[in-house]
């Protein structure tokens, strides 16, 4: 049983977490915020005002920014970091994390420099430990709210994510193990871009008809990137996949189909980032997926048009017609 249980991060996921493992019975737990004055905001209101308005934290939450006293102790240390931050904050934290501590990724992304995963992230900062990566239709809007929601917690070895999975289930948030590591990881990935594609459909006011079709065609993008990267296929069809595909691709809570709207109705990126407070994944990991799939040679013509609509100077009506213009081929 684990009972000590550090939250790395003071975004919304971190915030959430913390309300849920707050609730089960037995849980010392700490939220490590960086930031010393925005720590001591959520410690003396006790909520995250910025992030989640409104969702009050449990008073048993220790909210800190000395790293030193939020992970004395620690049997389970949750990574809530935005990719393009993971090496940073373990950095500043990682002396302190006990080695016997079991290190958990709710992070969606792949690092453009290096185009590995977090939990490869964290074991190239750390050194080798098992890491579990949370997957699934997640979004900590209504996570900390108390809304029912259903994840996979995925491991190599199948017993840490057996331990993840009891840690966190309660009445209101119900965990499935998985031993695919990498398909959890590249799906919650991958997802992020396909949702940026449908927010274009929203914001160019496409319809439902060709939303729908973005959607379908994108999760069949995604099997074909995962299984190329030596994931399992039944993967991409459950939570991870087709679950958390289809609540980041619909949900207002979406960032990155945020993102895609935005993107839809005319503005840029530059605005629409100089607009948002939290990070919307999608938009780096298109340009991780990009390099990925050139180099192994796998077909994402989705996912390439996104790259093209954000960092090339394509419109997304241009990017759009392109798609529906390209060869026509048997369905599978």
Known sequence: MVNRICLLGGGAMGTACATVLA???NHDVRLWVRNPTFASHIAETRENTRLLPGVRIEPSVNVTSDSVQALAGAEMVVVCIPTRGIRQG?????????????MVSAVKGIENESLIRPSEMIQD?????????FGGPCHAEEVACGRPAT??????????????????????????SNADLLGVELAGALKNVIAIAAGICDGLKLGDNAKAALITRGLAEMVRFGKSMGASTDTFYGLAGVGDLMATCGSQHSRNRKVGDLLGR?????????SMSAVAEGVFTARSLRSISQQQQIETPIADAVH???????SPRAATEELMQRPLKPES
């Open 23 to 25: 609730k089960n019975p």
């Open 90 to 102: 373990l950095d500043a934290v990682g002396q302190s994390i006990p080695a016997n501590a079991l």
């Open 125 to 133: 900062v750390l050194g080798s430990r098992s890491v579990v990566a």
């Open 151 to 176: 994840v996979v917690a995925a491991a190599e070895n199948v017993d840490d994510a057996r331990t993840v999975q009891n840690t966190f289930s309660n009445a209101h948030l119900r965990v499935y």
């Open 266 to 274: 005319g503005q840029t990126l530059e605005q629409i980032q100089k």
């Open 308 to 314: 093209e609509v954000l960092f090339a100077g394509k």
